[in-house]
């Protein structure tokens, strides 16, 4: 029996489950064992993994419509347990490249300023909100939706799932949080007065509303990218500095 899937979102995941060397296996070994199908316990034996972590994978291939279970009562004991079977001898996956052939950037990008000017609300400032080093667990998708649908209304659940995945591993996130400030200070000039975006330390969080771990991070690693630079001025008699973009001294 053939099972088509039509639906990019859940034929990109179909893919990624069957990446997995362990869920992979799982499934052939529950083919080599039909009809009976195998429980999560055998499955954990031939596999050498724990148990949990057989019903995690269990989980995602029953979701996906690629692995069921029948209840079984056992020889011994009168008690049932779940016999895990295939649902289908083939897959065919249909994706459509114009629903889930995106880059991340743009979206992220837009994603940051959407978040900024939110974070920047009256009624949100007494929470001392902030794009923090957790960013990709504190926002879920349908938030991601509601902040970029204006400028892209047709962004599907399954893109805003990746660009919070993206978001959760921290090293991603820093590249894209200095890009996105990057760009804030090189389009900044004001073409009448000439004048661009210069910060302090104290400031340069504020503005971006940057919790004070990533602002430490990234200030710092764009002090020492040599693409800016920071210059003393006085105010009172005491020295501070500023960051000010190379690109504005030209």
Not at 12 to 30: F, M
Not at 115 to 132: D, G, M, T, V, W
Not at 140 to 153: A, F, G, Q, S
Not at 217 to 223: E, G, M
Request: zero cysteines.
């Amino acid at each position: 029996m053939e099972e088509y899937i039509d639906k990019s979102a859940n034929g990109i995941q179909v893919i990624e489950a069957l990446a997995d060397p362990t869920r992979r296996k799982i499934l052939l070994l529950i083919q080599q064992n039909a009809p009976k199908g195998l429980t999560a316990s055998q499955l954990a034996d031939k596999l050498r993994k724990k148990i949990p972590t057989i019903l995690h994978h269990l989980k995602s291939l029953e979701e996906l419509g690629l692995a069921e279970f029948t209840m079984e009562r056992m020889e011994s004991g009168g008690r049932e347990v779940k016999h895990w079977n295939i649902t289908h001898q083939k897959i065919l996956v249909k994706i459509d490249m114009n629903e889930i052939g995106f880059l991340p950037e743009d979206y992220i990008l837009t994603l940051f300023n959407a978040i900024s000017a939110l974070y920047n609300k009256p009624e949100l400032k007494n929470q001392n909100k902030r794009i923090n080093a957790n960013f990709g667990e504190e926002i879920d998708p349908d938030t991601i939706i509601d902040l970029l649908n204006k400028r892209y209304p047709n962004i599907t659940f399954r893109q805003a799932e990746v660009i919070q995945n993206t978001l959760k591993r921290e090293k991603d996130l820093l590249v894209y949080i200095e890009e996105w400030i990057r760009n804030e200070f090189k389009n900044s000039r004001d073409p009448i007065t000439g004048t661009s975006l210069q910060l302090d330390w104290w400031e340069f969080g504020e503005y971006f509303k940057l919790g004070e771990k990533l602002r430490e991070r990234i200030f710092d690693k764009l002090v020492r990218s040599g693409d800016f630079v920071l210059y003393e001025y006085v105010v009172d008699g005491q020295h501070r500095q500023r960051l000010r973009f190379l690109g504005d001294l030209e």
